[in-house]
C-alpha cells in the first residue's frame, strides 16, 4: 500500500483545513485507515480513523467534534475536515492504513504509512 497526504499549510485559529489522503492497495479484504499527528518534541498521537466497508469512525477526545474523517471509496481517498483549529494543533500529520479493523487507535497496529504533511495553527 502507498498514501500519499496532501493539503497541510499555515491557518489562523479558529479556521478549517481538509487534509488528504491517497491509497494506492488491493480492494479487498477488511481494511481502515487513520490520521495520527506528531508534535515538536512529543511523541505521535492518534487523531481519527475509519474503516472502510462499514464507514464506522473513532476520534480522539482532544478533536471530537472539531475533526471529522471522511472516504471516497472510489478514489481510494480519506480526508480529515478540520475546524475550529487551535494552536495546540500544530503538528505533522500522516496519515495509515492497515488490513484490520481492529485497534483503530493503536499506532503499533498500522502497517503502512504516508509522508507527513504539517500543519501550523497560528495564535
Known amino acids: 500500500v502507498q498514501l500519499q497526504a496532501s493539503g497541510g499549510g499555515l491557518v489562523q485559529a479558529g479556521g478549517s483545513l481538509r487534509l488528504s489522503c491517497q491509497a494506492f492497495?488491493?480492494?479487498?479484504?477488511?481494511?481502515?485507515m487513520a490520521w495520527f499527528r506528531q508534535a515538536p518534541g512529543k511523541e505521535r498521537e492518534f487523531v481519527a480513523a475509519?474503516?472502510?466497508?462499514?464507514?464506522?469512525?473513532l476520534y480522539a477526545n482532544s478533536v471530537k467534534g472539531r475533526f471529522t474523517i471522511s472516504k471516497d471509496n472510489a478514489a481510494n481517498t480519506v480526508y480529515l475536515q478540520m475546524n475550529s483549529l487551535k494552536p495546540e494543533d500544530t503538528a505533522v500529520y500522516y496519515c495509515?492504513?492497515?488490513?484490520?479493523?481492529?485497534?483503530?487507535?493503536?499506532?503499533?497496529?498500522?502497517?503502512?504509512w504516508g509522508q507527513g504533511t504539517q500543519v501550523t495553527v497560528s495564535s
Open positions: 475509519i474503516t472502510w466497508s462499514g464507514g464506522s469512525t
Open positions: 495509515a492504513a492497515k488490513y484490520s479493523t481492529m485497534k483503530l487507535g493503536d499506532e503499533l497496529d498500522y502497517n503502512y
Open positions: 492497495r488491493r480492494t479487498f479484504g477488511s481494511y481502515a
